[in-house]
């Protein structure tokens, strides 16, 4: 079993920044997938960020530029250092983490980014 324990979620203004965390705990396995996602009432999951398989950082088109993910593999742990916020990033952001065929998330953090 794999644990993933979010946090860094606040609320900002536009303009502003802020650091996400994402804790990995339990079984050690093989990770071959990371990263963070966001859901907004009446939507989707939609994939913010995330190492692929081989390891490269992959970014949705809305946040490229302003968001960077990065990892401390010492600490198991995964970043997702958010700047120039804007109000559309308002949303639940879910730390993610796939091994074999095993897909597990995170409880959440919320980022509220006020106009």
């Known amino acids: 079993q794999v644990q993933l324990v979010e946090s860094g979620g606040d609320l900002v203004q536009a303009g502003g920044s802020l650091r996400l965390s994402c804790v990995v705990s339990g079984s050690k396995v093989i990770l071959t997938r990371m990263g963070w996602y966001r859901q907004t009432p009446g939507k989707q999951r939609e994939l913010v960020a995330n190492f692929d398989v081989r390891g490269s950082r992959n970014y949705a088109d809305s946040v490229k530029g302003r968001f960077t993910i990065s990892r401390e593999n010492l600490k198991n742990t995964i970043y997702l250092q958010m700047n120039s916020l804007k109000p559309e990033d308002t949303s639940v952001y879910y730390c993610?983490?796939?091994?074999?065929?095993?897909?597990?998330w995170g409880q959440g953090t919320q980022v509220t980014v006020s106009s």
């Open positions: 993610n983490a796939v091994y074999g065929s095993i897909v597990v």
